[in-house]
């Protein structure tokens, strides 16, 4: 199978969809001849022009409020925020308008809008480029939350949530974009809730989310070396979650450790961790542990940007701990 970037699979991904389907259309800053800050509509300009990829002022709001008035007339926009920190300038439409309009016109109208822009810390980006807001959007109800980790998945999932009629949040973050993987030629659209084993093990269960599943699997690989075998898991969506495969995951392991690189308190670990023991008590045989990045604002020293997330020794760190309760 050929392998192509994280970034090119997933503008693969929208090109099929824009020739497939005329009300595809990309909105947002920059995205237009420029091909967009993070090279996601790189050559779309040359052929579809300025009507289906239209460049914007910093108007997040305004755009947004546009799109989704277009995708309750049937059109299917692309929003590209850029950074996902920026979609935070309009979450009074994104909550009160796009995730609930099904709901207030009971059905009537469908919500077909992806809703894209790159999360997470690197690269010494700072306090409002670092950011990864998949828990404020898995507790509203009405959105998808989608936060893929490999090539094949960016470009599966990319067009599932094109051609959903649901508002789709769709998060790539930032240290995956030049990562490579194989993708496959003929079509597949990845399904929502469906998790991913990304590596398969009997004495501990780890769940993470987007690069921490690089890491634990990194982390997983090095502990093999001293006979302690790690299942990585990998949702690939958090709403919907396929908790399934994560609580037969923990009945063989007995042990679970949810590794994300945001907050700790209310984040998807805390949910994740609530749910196995509710409905997995008995599998268990250690509580479950979370391990989540600093609860502070992303500092733009390289040196602090890196002692405030956490890197593959610190997840082995954490396994051993847990093993050895």
């Not at 910093?58 to 920026?86: H, K, N, Q, S």
């Not at 790539?172 to 496959?184: D, F, I």
Request: hydrophobic share 40%; with cysteine; charged share 20%.
């Amino acid at each position: 199978m050929r392998e192509l970037t994280y970034t090119a699979a997933a503008r693969e991904g929208l090109a099929e969809e824009m020739a497939r389907d005329p009300t595809v259309f990309v909105v947002g800053e920059g995205i237009g001849a420029r091909g967009g800050n993070f090279n996601t509509t790189t050559g779309l300009f040359e052929l579809y022009g300025p009507e289906r990829l239209r460049d914007t002022p910093i108007t997040e709001r305004g755009f947004t409020g546009l799109c989704t008035g277009a995708a309750m007339v049937g059109a299917r926009p692309v929003v590209d925020y850029m950074f996902f920190d920026f979609a935070l300038d309009a979450l009074g439409e994104l909550i009160n308008q796009t995730a609930k309009i099904q709901y207030m016109s009971d059905g009537r109208l469908k919500m077909p809008i992806v809703l894209r822009g790159c999360i997470g810390v690197g690269n010494s980006a700072g306090a409002h480029h670092s950011g990864s807001y998949y828990a404020l959007f898995v507790h509203q109800p009405g959105f998808r939350v989608v936060v893929p980790t490999t090539p094949r998945d960016v470009k599966g999932l990319l067009k599932t949530a094109i051609r959903s009629d649901d508002p789709v949040i769709f998060m790539e973050h930032r240290a995956l974009l030049t990562t490579k993987g194989p993708v496959p030629e003929e079509e597949e659209l990845i399904p929502f809730g469906q998790a991913r084993i990304a590596r398969e093990g009997t004495d501990v269960t780890v769940v993470g989310i987007a690069i921490m599943v690089n890491r634990a699997v990194e982390a997983a690989e090095q502990l093999a070396a001293e006979g302690i075998s790690v299942e990585v898991i990998d949702p690939r969506t958090l709403a919907p979650l396929d908790l399934e495969t994560i609580l037969q995951s923990v009945q063989k392991t007995g042990r679970l450790l949810i590794v994300d690189e945001t907050y700790g308190p209310c984040g998807i670990g805390a949910e994740i961790a609530a749910r196995v023991m509710e409905e997995g008590f008995d599998g268990l045989d250690a509580p479950v542990r979370r391990l989540n990045g600093a609860h502070a604002p992303i500092p733009y020293s390289p040196p602090l940007e890196q002692a405030v997330v956490p890197d593959t020794p610190a997840i082995i760190q954490a396994i051993r701990a847990l093993l050895a309760e």
